[in-house]
């Protein structure tokens, strides 16, 4: 079983990567981890753009240019780690996000222009945590859930979310201890 870990965690300390490592254990398969921090991923931009219509019109799917949405396409169990950013995600996870969504390797439209599935992964697990109230997970986990619904075709999507962890009088290395816990 291929389990993709997909690490936008950015600091060193983490608290968001401590849930996840415990999370992967669980999991288990063979893990594939992109650690975007390092992967020096970039928004597509008007040259990068062009490349890859190109690489489409060819039908050059297995061009190295597709190599994460080729991995992501072919994983069981995907796992994504991020930290909650302005009411969202981490930007990296953004940019990680458009290379993956590739027409023919991670998604097709069918001929009404609904999208369909190409992917193999049955279940996805989303991991964050946040400095104060997640006020809405609509920005964050919403969107994920709605790429695995009406992009990925993963139907198994668990969310897991620790919060308030800046906050006043909280500590936070005994709230991760708590939740570090309760998943083993
Ligand atoms: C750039 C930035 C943006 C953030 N935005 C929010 C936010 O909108 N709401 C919030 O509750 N916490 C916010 N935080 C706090 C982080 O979500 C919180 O510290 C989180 O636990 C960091 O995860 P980590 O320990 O995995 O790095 C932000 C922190 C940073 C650095």
Redesign the pocket.
Known sequence: MKTLFINA???K??????IAKVVLQNVGGDVEEVCLEKENLRPLNEKSLKERDLLIARQELNNDFFKYAQYFAEADTIII????????F?ALLKDYIENINVVGITFGYDEKGNPYSLCKAQKLIYI????????SDEFGYGYIKSLCDNFYGIKDVQYIK?????MDGMN?QEVINGVIANLK
């Open positions: 965690c950015i600091r300390e983490s608290r968001t990567l401590k780690a991020t930290p909650y950013y302005d009411l969202s981490s964050t945590t946040s400095g104060g109230k997640i006020v620790v919060e308030c962890l800046d936070p």
